[in-house]
């Protein structure tokens, strides 16, 4: 990732540290054209409203789990190990979210991350 500040969350009992996307530029770029991103390191996508926010894999170079958070900070649906050739194919949680996590593959299954799962840590972050 670049070097905009990073915000400690905790996810389930994980902690890491993220990036945030807060700008409709941020949000579009997202990790697109990055070579890596470290294990204990993620993106969080925050939106204005909570709502089924699709995602893509345009320009992404390594698979990821996308964690979909909703308003409460609870996760409502984990997409895990999505691969760049999966690209123009757009994924989107069962439900409205307000908050996305992405991480490298893998991060969810690792860390028990599932439906219910709370995240700590986002609600001082705008």
Do not use: C
Request: glycine share 8%.
């Amino acid at each position: 990732l670049n070097n905009d500040k990073k915000y400690p969350l905790t996810v389930g009992e994980t902690a890491i540290q993220v990036e945030v996307a807060n700008t409709d530029v941020k949000r579009v770029l997202g990790l697109s054209g990055k070579e890596s991103l470290p294990f204990d390191e993620g993106l969080l996508f925050v939106f204005v409203e909570p709502g089924k926010h699709p995602f893509w894999m345009k320009d992404m170079n390594f698979p990821i789990d996308i964690i979909w958070i909703n308003k409460h900070f609870f996760v409502v649906d984990v997409t895990e190990g999505i691969i760049p050739m999966t690209f123009p194919e757009i994924f989107e949680p069962s439900e409205r979210i307000k908050y996305v996590l992405e991480v490298n593959a893998g991060f969810a299954a690792k860390n028990s991350i599932q439906r219910g799962t709370f995240v700590d840590g986002i609600r001082p972050i705008r």
